[in-house]
């Protein structure tokens, strides 16, 4: 039997690529770093060493939220395949794009298929949430910035300099106003809790549905991240580029 001949096509530009792999050390390293501060008393770990923690997850967390803002960004100017028409669900022919797509009709996509384009879209607005919780985080745990500072003024005793404040100092603070900051504090951190476990299940989903994806469809979907280049056996369901 004759083997099908593959057509390389070009799809990944390198900031989407860049993008891609940097998003995945530094939500790794901030899964590995948040999981040891979240279980810091019962490893004994001393207050020195929580600070410490917080401040690598912190400036991990800043490189993750950059990244993503840029993205963003990117989603506005960059290729074809990179842009918002071709990442969110909707537009003009995608709900019989994503009915062919359920019944394997048309499988084939250089862009996310349109499955792929809900997940994709569900994975960013976690990492957002991610991103702008953990930033008024920074601001409460350590006083970090952006909000770093104006939650400084908010808790510093009477007498104390702001920008002099230590994080787990409490007698730095007035402790009616660390009270009602801490009070303040608590729905951004259930909200980061919540969305670092839906993180988690969307990351073992997205990793199951590529393999799944790169096995039954082809593609050539892993080594794309890395090329920036699928190989497909037929033409492409986007080959054109999306309509808007």
Do not use: C
């Amino acid at each position: 039997m004759a083997m099908q001949k593959l057509t390389t096509y070009s799809v990944w530009d390198r900031t989407t690529r860049i993008f891609h792999w940097v998003n995945f050390l530094t939500v790794l390293s901030l899964i590995g770093v948040g999981l040891v501060i979240f279980n810091a008393k019962s490893m004994g770990i001393s207050t020195e060493g929580k600070i410490l923690l917080k401040t690598i997850h912190v400036y991990a967390g800043y490189i993750f939220a950059l990244n993503l803002f840029w993205r963003i960004v990117w989603a506005f100017i960059g290729g074809t395949y990179s842009r918002w028409h071709a990442i969110l669900p909707g537009g003009k022919g995608y709900k019989k794009a994503l009915l062919e797509y359920l019944q394997e009709k048309r499988t084939s996509y250089l862009g996310h298929n349109p499955v792929g384009r809900i997940a994709v879209t569900i994975l960013l607005v976690t990492l957002f949430v991610q991103a702008i919780t953990g930033l008024v985080l920074a601001g409460t745990d350590i006083y970090f910035p952006p909000f770093g500072s104006a939650i400084a003024e908010w808790v510093a005793a009477p007498g104390t300099d702001p920008a002099s404040l230590v994080p787990y100092a409490k007698e730095m603070v007035d402790a009616e106003a660390y009270a009602e900051m801490r009070e303040f504090r608590s729905f951004f951190i259930k909200t980061h809790i919540a969305a670092f476990y839906t993180l988690l299940v969307l990351i073992v989903l997205h990793i199951a549905a590529v393999i799944r994806s790169e096995i039954k469809h082809g593609g050539t979907i892993i080594s794309a991240m890395f090329t920036g280049k699928k190989a497909f056996s037929q033409e492409p369901a986007d080959k054109e580029g999306l309509e808007s």
